[in-house]
């Protein structure tokens, strides 16, 4: 059975920041590793899930999926749908799936919530629990070095963006924390490690899971 791994950014970004975990999931064998470039604040959700669907119907085999913060969060709402047929298992690396205090904060002062475009509200309310039939991961960051403790309150240990509280979606399979920041997340050879350990078993290390 042919694997694919599809890595999506978060708000902000572009693909090539996944330059670096896409050559160590290529390292940890997953041959077929690829980008999906979006327009995270001029454009939709909702158009980037309808690109990325295509995509996925246009592979033969399970593709799987691996976002980054908002990136994250669209695989998560693309994934729970029925209608998506070879999508496989999905990770998420710091995404605020419970919604974000960070963006709730940008979202009060009106000069910055254009910061956010027409993701706010994906990013301010999240999701309500994990609807998907496959395997949910979640890899939160502990290491606060971030700008979204300014415009927001973190509760408990966070990323410098996203608390840990904010990752933990009722219904995922499995969750797990690092020590890395929100940005680091994608730079981070453990969570290469720990990415590619969930796509092939649905499941972290029992080591690292909290």
Same mark, same amino acid.
């Given at each position: %059975?042919?694997?694919?791994? !599809?890595?999506?950014?978060? !708000?902000? %970004?572009?693909?090539?920041?996944?330059?670096?975990?896409?050559?160590?999931?290529?390292?940890?064998?997953?041959?077929?590793?690829?980008?999906?470039?979006?327009?995270? #604040?001029?454009?939709?959700? #909702?158009?980037a899930t309808e690109r990325l669907a295509d995509r996925i119907a246009a592979r033969t085999g399970v593709v799987h999926l691996v976002g980054h913060s908002l990136g994250g969060m669209l695989a998560v709402d693309l994934a729970g749908r029925a209608a998506v047929k070879n999508c496989g298992r999905v990770v998420c690396l710091g995404s605020p799936l419970l919604g974000s205090a960070a963006a709730r904060g940008i979202a009060r002062l009106p000069a910055m919530r254009w910061a956010m475009g027409r993701s706010a509200d994906v990013l301010v309310n999240g999701f309500e629990r994990w609807q998907g039939e496959g395997d949910l991961g979640v890899i939160a960051g502990r290491m606060p070095i971030g700008l979204g403790r300014l415009v927001g309150v973190l509760d408990g240990p966070h990323d410098g963006t996203v608390s840990i509280a904010e990752t933990r979606l009722p219904g995922i399979t499995d969750h797990c924390v690092v020590d890395a920041s929100h940005a680091g997340l994608v730079f981070s050879a453990e969570v290469a490690e720990l990415t590619a350990a969930f796509l092939r078993s649905g499941r972290f290390p029992a080591s690292t899971r909290h």
């Open positions: %059975m042919h694997e694919h791994v !599809i890595l999506l950014h978060g !708000i902000w %970004m572009r693909g090539f920041t996944l330059a670096s975990l896409a050559r160590r999931l290529r390292e940890a064998g997953f041959a077929s590793v690829d980008t999906f470039d979006y327009a995270s #604040v001029g454009g939709t959700p #909702v158009a």
